[in-house]
């Protein structure tokens, strides 16, 4: 039997869709999360509640697993010191577990990263880090540490930028953002796989018309999406915000949250 795969941030909306999705197609996990597990676990895994700044847990959580899906820690925009323990502190935590072990991580950044680039702009992954605030530079700090432990330490990575994963899209700005469940199990599960990764960096994004986002490492891992936005396009594309900020740039909420900039 192939050895386990630890998955932080299993009680989320994405990590329970995960540990489902991963359990059925024959992945062993090792769950975790601050909150406990609210499903019947799932066949072949395990769950533990722990804290990410919980070094020693989270070490012990990674015993002999072969990867780390690391989608744990503050999702959202939050006040700077709520972001420092689990995402930052709690990220250091994962690449240690990782270079321990000799794990590939699937690191879940965010659009967040990158959220004031203009919606004019259509990005590779390599453009500049513009996070949108303390949750979206955390994701910047993450991506950062992949890259360090790749060059330093040559613990593999895969990196996935993700839009907005949600059953559906939900407004004018998630036509261009948004990543069905389904891709996203599939990208877990061919990242998984993938023989050779090195530090990956992929779109975590549908296939969606007019893309804000082109050009990543996909192509190392097999993975390609298979649903996407057109069938949503006119019952959403007059569902904006109203905010000028907000419609701008391409972090949509993210970025007009506490705003001041006055020119
Ligand atoms: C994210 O990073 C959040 O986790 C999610 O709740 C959404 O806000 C998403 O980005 C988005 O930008 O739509």
Redesign the pocket.
């Known amino acids: 039997m192939t050895e386990p795969v630890l998955l932080t941030g299993a009680s989320g909306a994405l990590g329970r869709m995960l540990a489902r999705e991963l359990s059925a197609a024959g992945v062993r996990l090792v769950l975790t999360d601050i909150a406990p597990f609210p499903d019947a676990l799932p066949p072949g895994s395990r769950f533990e509640e722990a804290e990410l700044e919980d070094g020693v847990a989270i070490r012990r959580l990674a015993k002999g697993c072969r990867a780390i899906l690391h989608f744990g820690g503050a ?2 925009e939050r006040p700077f010191e709520e972001v420092i323990g689990p995402n930052i502190r709690g990220l250091h935590h994962v690449y240690e577990a990782a270079r321990r072990e000799g794990a590939r991580v699937l690191f879940a950044s ?3 990263a990158i959220g004031f680039h203009e919606r004019t702009e259509t990005l590779d992954i390599g453009c500049a880090l513009m996070p949108d605030g303390y ?1 979206g530079l955390s ?1 910047a700090y993450g991506e950062l540490m992949g890259r360090l432990y790749w060059d330093k330490h040559g613990v593999e990575s895969v990196v996935v930028r ?4 949600f059953l559906q899209p939900r407004d004018a ?2 036509l261009h ?1 948004w990543l069905s469940y389904p891709d996203l199990a599939r990208l877990c599960l061919a990242a998984l796989a993938a023989p050779e990764v090195g530090y990956a960096r992929i779109w975590g994004v549908g296939d969606n018309p007019d893309p804000w986002w082109v050009e990543d490492d996909r192509a190392r891992i097999g993975w390609q999406p298979r649903d996407g936005t057109a069938p949503f396009r006119d019952a959403l594309a007059g569902r904006t915000s109203g905010d000028a900020i907000a419609e701008r740039f391409q ?2 909420a ?1 970025c007009a949250m506490g705003h001041s900039r006055r020119d």
Do not use: A, E, L, P
Not at 162 to 165: A, E, K, L, N, T
């Open positions: 999702s959202v965010s659009n967040h949750y994701k993700i839009g907005s994963c700005r998630m953002t972090g949509g993210f």
